[in-house]
């Protein structure tokens, strides 16, 4: 018998995976992995914040690292004291919009054991709905739920050290991934205010999200999109004025752009651990730093570097748009293969990249499995790609500081292209997402349908 098109056969090791994720000793094996590690992690993260003597750690009380900065936010925000200081220097130092602070002033209220380990399990909350979002755009309608349990289960895995990174700092990555990805979805699935209030929320945690604005001008309905993102803007802006007052409140959003600029210290730029390609132009093309991996080929300005990774940035996010564009003039247009590409240039383009950062990769990560799993010939260089973009993340501090980490990402970008041409077939535009749902061509949930399994 014939396979039908609708649906083409799954590659041999999916099938093989599925088979074993359905076994009761892998799963009572796996379920105990995750028990342990939950306990563990709970322990770390809890115990992390207790004042010990080490010189890397800040022996405060009201918190330590980067989820402490979030703390004594909060902290700060709900006793009306003053929230943009260098009282603990300009790196762990509060950068975010004083709605930030308001929103994380109730978990102050907490001692800092307790509200870390609920920060904890917000994360992977966090993580598990993200991988439900992005699951509405990779998936296709007839895929088994023992396959998408088994490709999420591999994109996490890929990523773990991202992943674990995130968990044991405490910062909000996995916050603002959650509401860009899930603005993305939602502009697909016609819902514009929803997308433009949660691309708005995710702009107040990081600048970064900035790179979806243009996907909300290409939705079916981007008035809507771009006026619920302005509006969403102005009442996180106004919002603390509810608890310090319209005067307080106007101060802090004065202090807020001139805290950012006292507190930007060109070293972070020069740190191995920060894979963005504003760090890699930084450290090829100025001058080192005593004490840092030198990595220099040239030695211009620190400013004029600068401006190079902005002019870059823009040049890329020009050139990523046009061929969304073309796509979609062709009609050919991969929205799991865009959020993907999406992801990877918020992040490559983002200035200060450091590992956590990476957890974005996750997504595009899930999309190359996918592929590989539904269409098992052609797919040796997508697994090379793939397998390059992994390794690399271990690659030693010394290639680290010519940007190992960041060329993996861009090999991960390269294994997406590479998908999309393997899947190469007819998927829909947001723009027309309504119209195809009611004639029956695709659910309106889903803007990458069983079609892309079709032979074109």
Known sequence: MS??????????????????????????????????????????????????????????????????????????????????TLEHGPLLTFKNPPAVALLIAPLSVLPVGLARWIWFVGDLLLLALLYRLAARVVFNRDDPPALRAVLIAGAVFLSLHYITDELFAGTTSLLYLLLTVGSFVWANEDKPLRAGAALALAVCLKVVPLAFLPW??????????????????????????????????????????????????????????????????????????????????????????????????????????GWILLQRRKHRLDAAAVLSLLLLYMTLCNPLAWRYTYVATGIPILYCLHTLARRPKATRLILALLAASYLLHFAPELLQAFSARFWGAVALAGAVMLSRRVKGSLTCDPSQSTEAAANGKISPAVLTPSELDRPT
């Open 3 to 84: 396979e039908s098109p609708e649906r083409l056969p799954l590659a041999p090791v999916a099938e093989s995976m599925m088979g074993l994720a359905m076994r009761p000793a892998i799963r009572i094996t796996l379920l105990a992995l995750t028990l342990a590690f939950l306990a563990y992690a709970s322990v770390r993260v809890v115990h992390h914040q207790r004042p010990h003597p080490s010189p890397f750690h800040d022996l405060n009380q009201y918190g330590d690292g980067d989820w402490g900065v979030y703390y004594r936010a909060g902290l700060a925000m709900r006793l009306r004291r003053p929230l943009y």
């Open 216 to 321: 909300l001008a290409l939705s079916r309905r981007p008035g809507r999109s771009l006026a619920s993102f302005a509006v969403t803007l102005a009442i996180l802006s106004l919002l603390p004025a509810l608890w310090v007052g319209p005067s307080r409140n106007f101060e802090l959003l004065r202090q807020w752009p001139r805290h950012l600029a006292n507190t930007e210290v060109h070293v972070q730029e020069l740190r191995p651990t920060n894979q963005s390609l504003n760090a890699m132009l930084t450290r090829l093309l100025t001058p080192g730093v005593p004490g840092l991996h030198r990595a220099n080929i040239a030695s211009i300005s620190p400013r004029a570097a600068h401006a190079l990774w902005l002019a870059a940035t823009c040049a890329l996010g020009a050139a990523l748009y």
